[in-house]
């Protein structure tokens, strides 16, 4: 069996992919396991943040769900502070280091996610077949001349 070069960059952009989202799955949870009362505790005048909390007590997945929420507050503090969602006095007391990582993680989600939504429109438009092609016959000119 041959597997061809767009087979291979879709392989391995997946593949790398899968690997980003499993590390960021994983910090969060780390996060969520080690420094969810900190946050909450630096959050607590926010109503978005609060009306969330009892999903700290729903296993594994209401943890990731509660990391996920107090990230997007973190990251778009406009749009919670607009409607009311947020409190700039938390927001502003919010450790830095923590914050950055709660920044790093949410943006770090969109991307990949935005990236696997590229890669399956690509592989199922055969845009990446079309690619690969035109790639390896230029090569092969090359090679010849």
Partial sequence: ?????????????????FGGILVCLGV???MAHTQMDLMLEHLKNCSAVMV????????????????????????????YLKYGGASIE???GFPAPLKRKLVMIKWAAIVLLAALILLFALRTSSLLEGCA?????????????
């Fill in 1 to 17: 069996m041959t597997v061809n070069l767009a087979d291979k960059i879709f392989l391995v952009a997946g593949l790398l992919d």
């Fill in 52 to 79: 969330q909390a009892p999903l700290r007590e729903g296993g594994l997945w209401g943890k990731l769900l509660l990391i996920g929420w107090i990230a997007g507050v973190v990251t778009f503090p406009g749009y």
């Fill in 133 to 145: 092609t035109s790639a390896v016959v230029t090569q092969l000119s090359t090679l010849r001349t």
């Fill in 90 to 92: 938390d927001l502003n």
């Fill in 28 to 30: 969060a949870l780390h």
